[in-house]
């Protein structure tokens, strides 16, 4: 297997981690429903979400069950292996990057999305 090795900066980390606090605030709980939109929803906003993140701050305990769910319902997920440091500034650690490949032709996804945040909201039963 190859790993592209990746430092920790993806951007502005205070506004990347302020993002992420936010979509878990719109999706309260710890339901696989509410953990499967709040990744959803990273990925869309936030481009990309790592194992780590999904964890810290999405408070996604198993991030790769939610997204082989999250696949069996439709959506396109690419997984790319990295090397990051882990947070006490150790040796790098092998994890997953989880991206949302955008629907080609269709709304599949887009819709799975919304049904997702609409059944954690509340509005659908």
Request: charged fraction near 25%; glycine fraction near 8%; charge should be positive.
């Amino acid at each position: 297997m190859h790993y592209k090795k990746t430092g920790r900066n993806h951007g502005d980390g205070a506004t990347r981690k302020s993002l992420l606090q936010q979509i878990h605030a719109d999706f309260p709980g710890n339901s696989t429903e509410a953990q499967r939109a709040r990744l959803l929803a990273a990925m869309r906003k936030a481009e990309h979400v790592m194992t780590t993140e999904a964890r810290l701050f999405l408070e996604v305990m198993n991030p790769s069950q939610r997204v082989t769910e999250l696949r069996n319902q439709g959506a396109k997920i690419d997984t790319a292996w990295t090397l990051e440091p882990s947070e006490a500034g150790r040796d790098p650690h092998r994890q997953a990057r989880y991206v949302l490949i955008p629907n080609q032709g269709g709304i599949a996804a887009d819709l799975l999305g919304l049904l997702a945040m609409a059944t954690v909201a509340g509005v659908l039963r």
